[in-house]
């Protein structure tokens, strides 16, 4: 499983619509959007990296309204969930 964070500018105006048509796409799991440097957050979840690079590279650039983007690739994920799993005794 790859995860990453993708960081969107949008055209002035956009921010739903392009939300909308970001939430619609395969790979991607959530849109936010936010206040402050970028417009929207989208998680993205592939299969594989070759399936993110698509995502990120080639469907993601056809969506009308997008500005700008920034992908932060995760390299580990670290959630309370995941560490008492790792650590959990069985009780």
């Not at 500018?9 to 959530?30: C, F, H, M, P």
């Not at 997008?66 to 309370?80: F, G, K, P, W, Y």
Request: hydrophobic share 45%; proline share 0%.
């Amino acid at each position: 499983m790859q995860s990453a964070v993708i960081l969107i500018d949008v055209e002035k105006g956009q921010t739903n619509a392009v939300a909308q048509r970001l939430a619609d796409l395969e790979g991607i799991s959530e849109v936010f959007s936010t206040c402050g440097r970028y417009d929207l957050v989208a998680i993205a979840r592939t299969r594989d990296f070759e399936s993110l690079a698509q995502l990120v590279t080639e469907r993601l650039m056809q969506v009308e309204g997008i500005h700008d983007t920034e992908t932060l690739n995760a390299m580990q994920v670290h959630s309370r969930h995941d560490l008492e799993t790792m650590f959990s005794l069985g009780w």
